[in-house]
């Protein structure tokens, strides 16, 4: 059966159904219509359809008098359903519905309530899977790593996937039914609808950065009923990237462009493309920091250990205002107390014994007219952080053994995983300093809140490791990624990257197993996630209470999340009044 035929009457009907003929007796045909469990019956002369008798006409009939034995030609009803054999079962609005030639009259079948309950059950069927196809052409669109939207003729969103939600910062549900100028800022799309002429690889300036995106027309019976537009690179240093991937291939298939990558790797620029992530979070981070970037204003960075931060320092003076000077990274935790100030403001030859001959600019001054990156400033001396706030607020530093100052023009972008606020009611931090540092926070969120963005960062690192060991590839097997989502990842995205280089480093074979990950990594990720076998009856137990305890905090945590908070329906979807609700709220500390 064809698609197209697919609905057709003809490939539903009974072919052969009960008829009566006009000289039947009215007996008989009660008869009939009782063994078929049927209203009404077809009356055919020569096999061509003259009309239908119905049950009530027969006994309407007995009852005035007119006996068993006459013939039903005088009850014949000229009232009655049919179509031609091409009619759509869509359109059957009852039956019996008789189907009849156009040219010859003549009875070809029927629906009744037999087939018209196959029909509905066909449909059904088809309707379910229909539903599992959308759902699969949903999640594709989703999580393609385009930004897609398709608008109708008006320019009108009808749908939006999640990376280009990610990336303007407005939900689908916001943004399906508004004009798509209101939600993609300097969008073309309008233009396209208007000409009909697709934009392939066109610049585009979203968030203030330029991305490269398609803008094409879907065409229907002639006209333009709406337009596609696909965000395919989230800055052009991507573009960049792929270029110098290509470039690494030839190299390493003998190809002698060697001198040209370097130039391309010492001129690449460190952009929010090349921080890894899709998932809200860290998508949210670099919304904030791109708009950062576009001002001069003071940013501090907050954050646990590896989780990035100088990466973000560097995407914000690489795109912002001071990117045309340097950038100057200072770790203040790893320069000894007795040389932070030497280091960060400079000296004058014959300072101190010791003193280079023409004395030494110090980071401050290096940084003029670009940015100074000082991270860990929790651990930075208090009698220096007077000195710091000076420079800030003058605008210009004194070298050690000097007298004269020297005007400085930067950006300053600080960094810590310390409580900065707790040191500063605790007088371990300038409550001044602070204020002026925290103009722009930008908190970067941990690995384990990301963790939709584990096989993002995986397969942008497996590149580099197979060229920092010279290998062909390795491929990761699915248990082991299934690992790596359960465990908790104190060190964040450098502990990844660590135990990457790990299993490539020791693991001789192309595919890396669950038998290739260290002991080590097991009893860590073990006792995290509350699985360590205990010995005893009673630590098992404890352990299977943690256990229940965690999946019910993480399911409370998630219902809260869809009903954007509310309690009371909260409480209604978990099945539990709402005191027990907040009760365990205040156990779990939610």
């Known amino acids: 059966m064809v698609k197209e035929d697919y609905y057709r009457v003809k490939e539903w009907m009974s072919e052969y159904p009960q008829v009566l003929t006009k000289d039947l007796e009215i007996g008989e045909t009660l008869r009939l219509l009782s063994e078929g469990h049927c209203s009404e019956l077809p009356v055919v002369d020569h096999e061509r359809l003259i009309g239908v008798v119905t049950?009530?006409?027969?006994?309407?009939?007995?009852?005035?008098?007119?006996?068993?034995?006459?013939?039903?030609?005088?009850?014949?009803?000229?009232?009655?359903?049919?179509?031609?054999?091409?009619?759509?079962?869509?359109?059957?609005?009852?039956?019996?519905?008789?189907?009849?030639?156009?040219?010859?009259?003549?009875?070809?079948?029927?629906?009744?309530?037999?087939?018209?309950l196959k029909i509905n059950q066909a449909l059904f069927q088809r309707l379910e899977k229909?539903?599992?196809?959308?759902?699969?052409?949903?999640?594709?669109?989703?999580?393609?790593?385009?930004?897609?939207?398709?608008?109708?003729?008006?320019?009108?969103?009808?749908?939006?996937?999640?990376?280009?939600?990610?990336?303007?910062?407005?939900?689908?549900?916001?943004?399906?039914?508004?004009?798509?100028?209101?939600?993609?800022?300097?969008?073309?799309?309008?233009?396209?609808?208007?000409?009909?002429?697709?934009?392939?690889?066109?610049?585009?300036?979203?968030?203030g950065q330029k991305m490269v995106v398609h803008r094409m027309p879907i065409w229907k019976n002639g006209r333009i009923i709406g337009a596609v537009g696909m965000l395919i690179y989230e800055g052009v240093s991507e573009v960049q990237q792929i270029i110098t991937q290509i470039d690494l291939l030839e190299q390493r298939k003998g190809s002698e462009?060697?001198?040209?990558?370097?130039?391309?790797?010492?001129?690449?620029?460190?952009?929010?493309?090349?921080?890894?992530?899709?998932?809200?979070?860290?998508s949210n981070t670099k919304k904030l920091a791109r708009k950062a970037a576009q001002s001069k204003a003071p940013v501090?960075?907050?954050?646990?250990?590896?989780?990035?931060?100088?990466?973000?320092?560097?995407?914000?003076?690489?795109?912002?205002?001071?990117?045309?000077?340097?950038?100057?990274?200072?770790?203040?935790?790893?320069?000894?107390?007795?040389?932070?100030?030497?280091?960060?403001?400079?000296?004058?030859?014959?300072?101190?014994?010791?003193?280079?001959?023409?004395?030494?600019?110090?980071?401050?001054?290096?940084?003029?007219?670009?940015?100074?990156?000082?991270?860990?400033?929790?651990?930075?001396?208090l009698a220096t952080q007077v000195k710091i706030l000076r420079v800030i607020q003058e605008k210009e530093v004194e070298r050690i053994g000097g007298t004269e100052p020297i005007q400085v023009q930067f950006r300053i972008i600080t960094a810590t995983n310390k409580n900065l606020e707790k040191m500063v009611r605790e007088g371990e931090f300038r409550e001044d300093l602070y204020y002026r540092l925290h103009v722009i926070p930008l908190n970067i969120p941990p690995l384990r809140e990301r963790k939709s963005d584990i096989p993002l960062i995986i397969s942008a690192q497996l590149p580099t490791l197979c060229q920092m060991y010279d290998s062909e590839g390795k491929t990761i097997d699915k248990e082991v990624m299934?690992?790596?989502?359960?465990?908790?990842?104190?060190?964040?995205?450098?502990?990844?990257?660590?135990?990457?280089?790990?299993?490539?480093?020791?693991?001789?074979?192309?595919?890396?197993?669950?038998?290739?990950?260290?002991?080590?990594?097991?009893?860590?990720?073990?006792?995290?996630?509350?699985?360590?076998?205990?010995?005893?009856?009673?630590?098992?137990?404890?352990?299977?209470?943690?256990?229940?305890?965690?999946?019910?905090?993480?399911?409370?945590?998630?219902?809260?999340?869809?009903v954007s908070g509310n309690k009371s329906e909260a409480a209604k979807r978990l099945g539990i009044t709402r005191a027990t609700l907040y009760n365990k709220l205040s156990r779990y500390q939610l």
Not at 257 to 282: M, N, Y
Not at 550 to 562: D, H, P, W
């Open 130 to 207: 229909s539903k599992e196809t959308i759902e699969w052409y949903t999640l594709c669109f989703d999580t393609a790593y385009e930004g897609l939207t398709i608008v109708d003729e008006a320019g009108v969103i009808q749908l939006f996937n999640e990376n280009y939600s990610r990336y303007v910062g407005v939900t689908k549900e916001e943004a399906i039914g508004l004009p798509v100028e209101n939600v993609i800022e300097n969008t073309r799309i309008p233009i396209v609808l208007r000409t009909g002429i697709p934009e392939r690889n066109q610049i585009h300036w979203l968030q």
């Open 482 to 562: 299934q690992l790596f989502f359960r465990y908790h990842w104190p060190g964040n995205v450098r502990e990844l990257i660590n135990v990457l280089e790990r299993l490539f480093a020791l693991t001789s074979e192309s595919h890396i197993k669950m038998s290739d990950l260290p002991n080590e990594f097991f009893r860590i990720e073990k006792k995290q996630e509350y699985m360590t076998i205990s010995s005893s009856l009673s630590e098992r137990n404890e352990v299977r209470q943690l256990v229940h305890e965690e999946e019910e905090k993480n399911i409370i945590e998630k219902v809260l999340r869809e």
């Open 257 to 282: 462009t060697s001198i040209e990558v370097s130039k391309v790797a010492a001129q690449k620029r460190f952009t929010f493309e090349d921080i890894l992530g899709e998932s809200p979070a860290i």
């Open 55 to 116: 049950i009530g006409d027969c006994l309407a009939t007995i009852k005035s008098g007119i006996g068993w034995n006459e013939p039903i030609n005088s009850i014949i009803s000229a009232v009655f359903q049919s179509v031609n054999e091409d009619f759509s079962v869509k359109q059957l609005d009852g039956c019996p519905t008789y189907i009849v030639c156009e040219k010859t009259g003549m009875l070809q079948g029927v629906i009744t309530q037999l087939e018209l």
């Open 300 to 381: 501090l960075i907050t954050g646990e250990s590896g989780v990035g931060k100088e990466q973000f320092a560097r995407a914000i003076h690489d795109t912002g205002k001071m990117s045309s000077g340097r950038f100057i990274s200072v770790n203040c935790a790893a320069i000894p107390e007795n040389l932070i100030e030497s280091e960060l403001f400079g000296y004058m030859e014959g300072a101190f014994t010791g003193a280079k001959k023409g004395g030494k600019p110090g980071k401050f001054e290096l940084a003029h007219m670009g940015t100074i990156f000082l991270d860990e400033i929790g651990d930075m001396p």
